[in-house]
């Protein structure tokens, strides 16, 4: 006799044996560990890759494994048995390209991975130049700026209420980190889209002085826009132990942005099916970190 308990026992197990499993690295970051969740939403097994799996705080039905991409014998096993990947570009907290991308996909094929999602920046590193010359299926993924990145303004607003930052009247386009994990979940988990790069803005453009009066308004602090120069901006982001030629980067990225980086655009809608998160949205759910 199959009691109710073994019913639904083989229930999960053919949902199980069934579902695709995907790894995500960068897991822990701002963007990861959202498509993690969008994946688990989805009925997708998932495992993450992290640097330090004691410190991941991830769901308890995610598989964690401990790696470092800048070491591919480090995460050859998370490969196994994985249908889709989503890669960053990145190797460390000094955001420098990760040098050995064309051994990360060489992993990736030689494991049996179909799919690849790349997180790109806009700069075509490794990762970036090995993914599109090979025989995956690839889809690289530019936000044109994250909306998470706004969380650099803390330590000043919650210690003198003030924001300093150059290039102040510039207005830019800015996307949830959540709306870039849906769409990579999407593409994971459904396909499409392969063999294309696409540009990922949030609903609006925004000024300096814009964010800051949605943060204010939030949190009912005055804060006070400082403008600064680029000079100013270069050794904050040295004493943060980042590189010159990722500081000249994101220095050039932020004085001239490119087209699209001041254009909306409706890729998110097209590919979730939902209009892209405000910045006001993204300001209710993380104000209390400006308190």
């Known amino acids: 006799m199959v009691t109710d308990i073994q019913r639904v026992t083989d229930a999960q197990f053919l949902r199980l ?4 499993r995907f790894l995500v690295t960068g897991a822990t970051g701002n963007v990861g560990r959202h498509i993690v969740n969008e994946l688990l939403e989805n009925g997708h097994l998932v495992r993450a890759l992290t640097r330090n799996a004691l410190k991941a705080g991830l769901p308890a039905c995610v598989q964690v494994i401990e790696g470092d991409l800048t070491k591919p014998e480090t995460f050859e096993r998370a490969l196994a048995g994985i249908t889709g990947l989503h890669l960053i570009t990145i190797g460390g907290d000094d955001y420098a390209p ?10 990736a094929r030689w494991e049996g991975v179909q799919r690849v999602c790349v997180l790109s920046d806009g700069r075509r590193g490794t990762v970036e130049r090995a993914v599109t010359n090979s025989d995956l299926d690839w889809t690289i993924l530019q936000p044109v ?7 650099g303004w803390i330590k000043g607003i919650k210690s003198a209420n003030t924001v300093r930052e150059p290039y102040g009247s510039l207005g830019k386009t800015i996307v949830h980190e959540a709306d870039v994990a849906a769409v990579a979940a999407k593409i994971l988990g459904d396909g499409g889209h392969s063999r294309k790069t696409l540009k990922l803005t949030g609903p609006e453009v925004l000024t300096i002085p814009d964010k800051i009066r949605a943060i204010s308004a ?12 680029e000079e100013h901006t270069r050794q904050s982001m040295r004493e943060l132990g980042i590189e010159d030629d990722v500081i000249d980067y994101v220095v ?8 699209e980086g001041r254009t909306v655009n409706r890729s998110v809608e097209q590919i979730t099916g939902r209009p892209p998160r405000s910045f006001n949205h993204w300001v209710k759910e993380h104000a209390r970190l400006f308190s």
Not at 98 to 107: K, T
Not at 218 to 229: H, L, M, N, Q
């Open 252 to 259: 050039a990225w932020n004085r001239n942005p490119p087209p």
């Open 145 to 151: 700026d994250l909306m998470s990145n706004t969380l």
């Open 17 to 20: 044996f069934s579902a695709k």
């Open 98 to 107: 990760l040098e050995n991308g064309h051994d990360i996909v060489q992993l």
């Open 218 to 229: 939030a949190t009912g602090k005055p804060i006070r826009y400082i403008e600064v120069s």
